[in-house]
T-cell receptor
Framework: GQSLEQPSEVTAVEGAIVQINCTYQTSGFYGLSWYQQHDGGAPTFLSYNALDGLEETGRFSSFLSRSDSYGYLLLQELQMKDSASYFC??????????FGSGTKLNVKP | DVKVTQSSRYLVKRTGEKVFLECVQDMDHENMFWYRQDPGLGLRLIYFSYDVKMKEKGDIPEGYSVSREKKERFSLILESASTNQTSMYLCASNPSGTGKTGELFFGEGSRLTVL
């Protein structure tokens, strides 16, 4: 089966940098995705890594190490609106996606 | 923009009722998914479909069935609703082609309460 581990909660101050880690166990790995979800809203896609290395999209970056079964999401220049839950998800067997239980990010002024 | 539309944002049903949750996407995506989301448990896959009339069980299919008669529409059916099916249900879609296979497009969710 699949398993994912990510911290349940992280707190950081506005303007800081925060890293949310994700470790996974799966067979048939294709890639690792990250989603943001505000309270009451739908998850929205942030980033996807299929290959090792760093992907940068504005203030957000995502990293993958396939050999370590590990990835992280890096959020820079934190803003209050970044307060949300962040989910990592493994894509396996091409068209299946398994989600972690999510990390609640609290951004404080 | 891709749009995934779920027919009902909030539903209240009674135990034993048959419940239909409808989902429509407008981007000709091959794959469609039904997840349920519960606090502390993340998103858990109930069923997914990779083509019309094709379906596969996810991690928690018990008590649910699905129907995909047209490419754009994927329905989740609770044959006899129970209180432990009270949850947020999320529909998602994505294409099978290269490039965007890692991205799921979600609907706004349907919050179901079973009394």
């Amino acid at each position: 089966g699949q398993s994912l581990e990510q911290p349940s909660e992280v707190t950081a101050v506005e303007g800081a940098i925060v890293q949310i880690n994700c470790t996974y166990q799966t067979s048939g790995f294709y890639g690792l995705s990250w989603y943001q979800q505000h309270d009451g809203g739908a998850p929205t896609f942030l980033s996807y890594n299929a290959l090792d290395g760093l992907e940068e999209t504005g203030r957000f970056s995502s990293f993958l190490s396939r050999s370590d079964s590990y990835g992280y999401l890096l959020l820079q220049e934190l803003q209050m609106k970044d307060s949300a839950s962040y989910f990592c998800a493994v894509q396996y067997n091409f068209n299946k996606f398994y989600f972690g239980s999510g990390t609640k990010l609290n951004v404080k002024p | 923009d891709v749009k995934v539309t779920q027919s009902s944002r909030y539903l209240v049903k009674r135990t034993g009722e048959k419940v239909f949750l409808e989902c429509v996407q407008d981007m000709d995506h091959e794959n469609m998914f039904w997840y349920r989301q519960d606090p502390g448990l993340g998103l858990r896959l109930i069923y997914f479909s990779y083509d019309v009339k094709m379906k596969e069980k996810g991690d928690i299919p018990e008590g649910y069935s699905v129907s995909r008669e047209k490419k754009e529409r994927f329905s989740l059916i609770l044959e006899s609703a129970s209180t432990n099916q009270t949850s947020m249900y999320l529909c998602a879609s994505n294409p099978s082609g290269t490039g965007k296979t890692g991205e799921l497009f979600f609907g706004e969710g349907s919050r179901l309460t079973v009394l």
